[in-house]
């Protein structure tokens, strides 16, 4: 099955600089790439994804690249903000299940 | 709209009681998935359903899990007997089809087994 890796487990970052999570892939026959975001006590909300098709995708303040060749994809969200602190999860879809990484706490420095 | 719907949001219970969890999917939605999340295994899929139908229950831990979907717009998660170990957060998301990736979560049952 897919086994995905994600790191680090943990980034603190300065309020206005960038943060970058990245994971990778196993299974070459991924095709969906879904970034979701979780604040304490709550599920997980996705924020951003990108399918095979695509090398890299935008929406304000994050993005998302992926290297289909090296099987690896990377979350990016430029001048971070307190409210960027939370859990973040990286997560493959094949064979019609998602497999999430490990997750990466964030933490956002006033 | 209201979101996937999970109850109860906390459960506390002796080891050996039967638990069962609680989704409303969101309305026209006809995929549903129960996950568990735990500090040592992360986020886990348990079980998915499609048309009401279980689809993939490999992630099911042991018989003493069961799901049911008996129709569209409820799901159960039954934990009978309970155990300790079982202890964890259970999510429960929703997609439109079973083809379409996008999946919301609920706000989870958080169940404690003493």
């Known amino acids: 099955g897919e086994n995905v890796e994600q790191h680090p487990s943990t980034l603190s970052v300065q309020e206005g600089d960038s943060a970058v999570i990245k994971c990778t892939y196993s299974d070459s026959a991924s095709n969906y790439f879904p970034w979701y975001k979780q604040e304490l006590g709550k599920g997980p909300q996705l924020i951003i994804d990108i399918r095979s098709n695509v090398g890299e995708k935008k929406d304000q303040r994050i993005a998302v690249t992926l290297n289909k060749t090296a099987k690896h994809f990377s979350l990016h969200i430029t001048e971070t903000q307190p409210e960027d602190s939370a859990v973040y999860f990286c997560?493959?879809?094949?064979?019609?299940?998602?497999?999430f990484g490990s997750g990466t706490q964030l933490t956002v420095l006033p | 709209d209201a979101g996937v719907i999970q109850s109860p949001r906390h459960e506390v219970t002796e080891m050996g009681q039967e638990v069962t969890l609680r989704c409303k999917p969101i309305?026209?939605?006809?995929?549903l998935f129960w996950y568990r999340q735990t500090m040592m295994r992360g986020l886990e899929l348990l079980i998915y359903f499609n048309n009401n139908v279980p689809i993939d229950d490999s992630g099911m831990p042991e018989d003493r899990f069961s799901a049911k979907m008996p129709n569209a717009s409820f799901s159960t998660l039954k934990i009978q007997p309970s155990e300790p170990r079982d202890s964890a957060v259970y999510f429960c998301?929703?997609?439109?089809?079973?083809?379409?990736?996008?999946?919301?979560f609920g706000p989870g049952t958080r169940l404690t087994v003493l």
């Open positions: 309305s026209g939605h006809n995929s």
């Open positions: 998301a929703s997609s439109a089809r079973e083809s379409t990736d996008t999946q919301y």
């Open positions: 997560a493959a879809r094949s064979a019609r299940q998602l497999t």
